[in-house]
């Protein structure tokens, strides 16, 4: 079962955490100050952390930052209500691993969390396969069984990266920061949904069973198992 | 009270210390002179009496009484004194009672007190006396008071006093006026201060006469306060706006959540409910998310993000992403890029304003119609621009568009939150380039860029060589030199104030208003 440590002092939103997340078959542990959360990260070796920025007692990012300097290399993602773009970067920078504001959405930060646990090993391989769905890296050529897909540059990039995530929940935050590597928050909110939409059309003909699904509300997953 | 304050003005203390130092000045001259006169006298008196004594003491013995008697008859003034004395001491002639003591009769001049013959009750006065022992062993004693000094230094004194009391006055009285004056304008001033305090924001303080300093002063508070009042009212509007934008999806939220308790009888229907209220709730947070930012890039004067940045892969990389949200809506996206450059900036911010100008452009741009994007630069500068078929941005509202939350009437069913423009008119100004926008109709926003190395050199602190002031229109883009009322020069073009409010470009043969000119430092 993976373990998760959660450093939150407020009260409510820790419950709401929990819940959820214990729902999902995770177990969390939750600490609701820094000082007792760098204890418990020390003693416990959870799979990931959830760590708040401000904490009474200890700052998050201290905690953080604590850990590192102790070799602990525990994928931690630093929740935050302060927005800006110079504290996200500070937050990574001291060791966090990903960066979530609030208020955020509880699938979101499951998502994030998931990723951080399945995060990919830097593969040397050149193909990637999920499923039906074969990829070469050096060709940048797509097949779906004995089907070529052609995919423009900024489609096989996209494909590419949900098939190194495949049946993981990716939010459309998510996708705009990995895939086009870019910090804004686009005024068309189906910014994403359209790419999405082509790509999915290029990669689910008609007749074939679906692959990329998209979760209401949250957003898409590519199911490698049917 | 008001006394009070007058004489503890400053003005006024220093008119008195400077009146206080002349005085003293005219009293230590006085003194001078006196001393200086008075040695004078003094010395011609003791040549005038050394040289009677040697003329007497060569007369011969039978002859001095009566020369003695002839010098004192003379002296109508009463001013010489005489006496011929036997060497024991006894009178012989002359109007002194005896040999005065501490007197050596070696002929040196010595003040001495020279008493009258026979009245021991009065004593004489204290005079320039010189006494030789004559060759029979008598003794002439001749002194010459000296008190004439008294008088010319009496005389020159109350010259001095006559001239030193007038010019002590008028020092007091020019102190005084200084004092009251500046009081005067002091309260004047806050008077008016207190106006604006009160609320009366277009209040301004009074700029009379041309350069003295309380009047520059003046101008540069009154400065200070056109940016003030244009600032408060933009706050003021915003305010009202984020009220408003929040309420509306508020409102949409709290209804929605009523209803379903209300009305809600399957869980599905709850559902249903439950994410609508979210959707509302998310656009609040939306728009939150949006100001904050805004704030941030406005308020953020540090560019710990800057660096080299490729315009036309920036250019490229927006072209990538809203290429199949153009395409959905049958708008062609085309892309122009006459060669590469690189600005001096923070990349993802440049994105974000040029993602944006695309957005909206693709956005207002009708089915079937056209966005350009297209980079043309040269050495020093390069030029971003977003053209689309669209209708464009009207005179009338080119001003408001840049103003958080504004959405054109015609256009408030687009989704949309209304902070695009400003959050690109932001971060424009962070990098200290221009926004432009076009006349309609046809949408034409332009963003007018350094170079990377003109740019750094732009940001160079330029303190040493004494940096100007120029102002900017941050809708044109246009600079100006503030060079008086009536007439402005820019980098660009000339401009003509027509009224106190507008200005006309004669490049863009349109009214620019004044108050969109902002501060600009260059």
């Known amino acids: 079962m993976t373990r998760i440590l959660l450093i939150e002092d407020d009260t409510e939103t820790a419950e709401a955490i929990v819940a959820e997340l214990a729902e999902r078959s995770f177990e ?154 870019y910090k804004f928050v686009p005024a068309t909110t189906n910014l994403i949904d359209v790419h999405m939409g082509r790509l999915r059309h290029k990669v689910d003909a008609p007749g074939e069973v679906q692959l990329i699904h998209n979760v209401r509300g949250s957003g898409f997953i590519l199911r490698s198992h049917q | 009270m008001r006394k009070i304050q007058f004489i503890r003005s400053n003005t006024f203390l220093w008119a008195l210390a400077v009146a206080a130092t002349l005085a003293l000045f005219v009293v230590g001259l006085f003194a001078f002179v006196y001393r200086q006169l008075d040695d004078y006298l003094i010395a011609r008196s003791d040549r005038m009496v050394t040289t009677q004594i040697n003329f007497m003491v060569d007369l011969p013995p039978d002859r001095r009484v009566r020369a003695i008697a002839d010098h004192l008859q003379q002296d109508s003034r009463r001013v010489h004194y005489a006496g011929l004395f036997s060497a024991d001491g006894a009178r012989l002639a002359g109007n002194i009672d005896r040999v005065p003591a501490g007197l050596d009769l070696d002929g040196t001049v010595r003040s001495v007190r020279l008493d009258p013959p026979g009245a021991t009750a009065v004593r004489g006065p204290i005079v320039r006396t010189v006494g030789r022992r004559l060759d029979d062993g008598d003794v002439l004693v001749l002194g ?58 277009r209040e301004r303080l009074p700029e009379d006469n041309a350069d003295d300093p309380f009047a520059r002063l003046a101008r540069i508070v009154n400065g200070m306060l056109d940016e003030m009042e244009t600032m408060i009212n933009a706050l003021a509007g915003v305010g009202n706006d984020i009220a408003h934008d929040l309420r509306t999806p508020l409102t949409r939220a709290r ?99 040029i993602a944006n100008l695309v957005d909206n452009a693709v956005k207002f741009a009708p089915s079937g119609g056209q966005v350009n994007l297209e980079l043309e630069s040269d050495d020093r500068t390069a030029l971003v621009r977003v053209s689309d078929s669209g209708p464009g941005i009207s005179e009338q509202e080119r001003e408001a568009v840049l103003r958080r939350f504004y959405r054109s009437d015609k256009i408030r069913n687009t989704p949309g939150v209304g902070l695009g423009l400003s959050l690109v008119a932001a971060i424009v100004k962070l990098h200290g380039f221009r926004l432009i926008i076009g006349s309609a109709p046809g949408g034409r926003i332009e963003i007018l860029a350094w170079t990377a190395g003109e740019g750094r050199a732009r940001r160079m602190p330029v303190s040493n060589v004494g940096s100007r002031k120029r102002e900017v229109d941050v809708m044109t883009g246009l600079t100006r030199d503030r060079l008086g009322a009536g007439t402005c020069r820019t980098s660009e073009t000339e401009f003509r104030l027509v009224t106190p409010s507008l200005v006309a470009c004669p490049s863009a043969s349109r009214l620019i208003p004044v108050s969109r000119f902002g501060m600009w430092e260059q």
Not at chain 1, 34 to 63: C, F, K, Q
Not at chain 1, 83 to 109: H, N, Q, S
Not at chain 2, 275 to 300: V, W
Not at chain 2, 331 to 339: T, Y
């Open chain 2, 255 to 353: 209804l929605a959540l009523e209803r379903g308790r209300t009305h809600a009888t399957t869980l599905e229907q709850l559902q249903e409910v439950v994410d609508k209220a979210i959707a509302g709730i998310d656009q609040s947070l939306a728009i939150i998310t949006a100001l904050l930012r805004l704030t941030e890039i406005e308020n953020n004067r540090r560019t710990a993000g800057f660096g080299n940045v490729a315009l036309d892969e920036i250019l490229r990389e927006v072209c990538d992403v809203y290429e199949p949200i153009a395409e959905d809506k049958g708008v062609a996206l085309g892309v122009l890029i006459g060669r590469g450059v690189q600005v001096w900036g923070d990349r993802d911010l440049l994105f974000e304003a």
């Open chain 1, 28 to 181: 969390v542990q939750w600490a609701p100050n820094g000082v007792e959360g760098l204890d418990r990260a020390r003693t416990s070796h959870p799979d990931a952390m959830i760590v708040d920025r401000m904490l009474p007692g200890m700052d998050g990012l201290t905690v953080v930052e604590a850990l590192r300097n102790d070799q602990i290399r525990t994928p931690v993602l630093v929740l935050s209500a302060l927005g800006a773009v110079d504290d996200r970067v500070r937050g990574l920078r001291m060791g966090g691993d990903d960066y979530l504001t609030k208020p955020f959405a509880i699938v979101e930060l499951v998502a994030r969390i998931e990723a951080l646990l399945r995060r990919p090993t830097e593969s040397r391989e050149t193909i990637l396969l999920a499923g039906p769905l074969e990829l070469d890296l050096i060709e940048r050529t797509a097949r779906r069984g004995e089907r070529e897909i052609d995919l423009l540059p900024r489609e096989f990039r996209l494909l590419e990266y949900m098939m190194r995530r495949s049946d993981q929940l990716l939010t459309r935050a998510m996708l705009l920061e990995e895939v086009w590597n």
């Open chain 2, 144 to 201: 010459r008071n000296v008190d004439e000094t008294r008088e010319i230094s009496n005389v020159v004194g109350q010259a001095l006093a006559l001239g030193v009391l007038p010019a002590f006055c008028l020092c007091l009285l020019a102190g005084a006026w200084l004092s009251v004056r500046a009081q005067k304008r002091v309260e004047e001033v806050n008077q008016r201060v207190q106006r604006i305090v009160a609320g009366e924001l």
